[in-house]
């Protein structure tokens, strides 16, 4: 009998000749059938869809191994694996729409209705690239195809977007890597942004020259007012930005006894307080909000040196612990000078504390009877 035969074995005799036809002569119908059920399933909406891909599962099932179909059988069988991608992108279910929109197409390379659903599954999974090239051999099928064209069409553009996105990504991850290198060569560490519900996000910028223009925050303790200098450039002492407080400017709006005047301010720092960040996080703040995630390369922000960066970061941020402290800026002195201080771990943006000899919060801040909220 055929049915116990050894698998690829050659029937001998008339009768199992005919028990094979006979046993192949169910299958298809059931085939058939089942492929039936799932057309109804589909027809009676999204609540049978399960149902549908379950039918043309089980008639796929009637016509293994597909290895062994002939041409006829074959197209067949990419009809019933059509059908089942053509549910799953109804459901959403994308990979499995394009596993299926594949296995059709390889049972039968001029089946129009797969390289469409390969399409639509290819572009929902975003793989623009694969999707253009089904675009194009469903053309190939079906030259006059407007719905292909038009497709087609949109791939492009999307691809065109995209290289525009990556060609943006490119300048904004070499902009952002000479600027982390400006800041290793001079010793300056950034740490954690704060005060940016103040400031919004702001970061340094290089010029054409090599000079680094930082965004500074001064802020008044005393009142916890403060100002911003959109642009100090590392080159420059302190003195000239603090001429805002001259005899000639008007006093500050809540300084009533006139306390902060250009004579009597001083600046100060926090020295020693915060983890530096290492490379890869200097670089994702460097390109925070000036491109997509999805533009950047694969492991660009997982830094070649993370684990040699977190040690260092670890052994500074120890070896400091408990003792920050307020540490005075002398105007003469740069801002490159003050931020190359060794204890100096700039929140994103150089923070500095603007406080006047005359004022009575002075003698407590000096006292170190103030600490920042």
Known sequence: MALLMEPGAEPLTESEQADLAAIAAIKESAA?????????????????????????????AQMEPLSSLDAAAAADASVLFANRAHVNLLLGNHRRALDDAEQAIRLSPSSVKAY????????????????????RKGLEQDPANEEFKKLLSQVEAKLSEQERQRAKAAQAIAAAKDLAAAMEKRGVKLGKAAFQELTGVKKPNLDEQGVLHWPVLLLYPEVMSSDFI???????????????????????????????TRDTIELYYQGGFGKPL??????????EGTVDSKSLPDGLLDGDNEEHDSIKSSTIASSTEGSSKWIKVKEGKTLQEVLQDKDFIIPSIPVFLV?????????????????LP
């Open 32 to 60: 058939r059938e089942f492929k039936e059920q799932g057309n109804q399933f589909v027809r009676m909406g999204r609540k049978h869809y399960g149902e549908a891909v379950s039918c043309y599962t089980k008639a796929i």
């Open 230 to 260: 959109e642009d100090f450039p590392e080159t420059d002492t302190f003195s000239p930005h603090l001429d805002m407080f001259s005899e000639s400017s008007p006093p500050l709006p809540w300084d009533e006894n006139h306390a902060y």
């Open 116 to 135: 469409y659903r390969a399409v639509k599954a290819a572009l929902a999974l975003d793989l623009l690239q694969d999707a253009a090239s089904f675009c």
């Open 278 to 287: 290492s490379k890869s996080e200097i670089l994702r703040y460097l390109l």
């Open 355 to 371: 406080v006047s000899r005359k004022s009575t919060f002075y003698k407590d801040f000096k006292a170190g009877n103030w600490s």
